[in-house]
């Protein structure tokens, strides 16, 4: 097998309000910081676009937990299956596991496998808050470099 290298950019679709969110907490600690939230568990099945706007084209689906795991800042801990379903990539996924300090404007998590045409993946998942609002709805660019097999 060769090695190749793919580089991959989408919107993060992440949508906790409303009628139909794509995003919603399972679990909250009985007492927890009320700044950071630590402690919230969130279940997650977010779509994945081309562009921001939520009608661009549908590439994949972000599906997995967030959790709020620091008491002093905002930092959730990301276990999500980055499952693609458009062009070459579809039906192959990529999984992401790391630490996200959603309020700085650079973020990098670990890509840590990966199946289908990214089958035994490595690589590294930048992020940079795109939007957010009030409610907690947000979109986040994210910018992936995945070597596979």
């Known amino acids: 097998m060769k090695e190749k290298f793919t580089n991959l950019h989408f919107f993060f679709h992440d949508i906790v309000s409303g009628n139909s ?11 927890y910081t009320l700044l950071t939230g630590f402690g919230n568990l969130v279940m997650a099945d977010d779509v994945l676009t081309s562009g921001p706007e939520p009608n661009s084209t549908v590439v994949g689906r972000a599906q997995g937990i967030y959790a709020s795991a620091s008491m002093e800042d ?73 070597s596979h097999y």
């Open 21 to 31: 969110p794509t995003a919603m907490r399972v679990a909250q600690a009985s007492s």
């Open 74 to 146: 905002l930092s959730f801990l990301m276990t999500m299956n980055l499952a693609f379903s458009d062009g070459d990539f579809n039906g192959s996924s990529l999984s992401l596991l790391g630490r996200n300090p959603v309020l700085h404007e650079y973020r990098e998590m670990p890509i840590v496998g990966g199946s289908g045409v990214f089958r035994m993946a490595c690589g590294i998942a930048t992020a940079k808050t795109y939007s957010f609002n009030l409610l907690g709805d947000a979109i986040v660019e994210y910018n992936v470099v995945a």
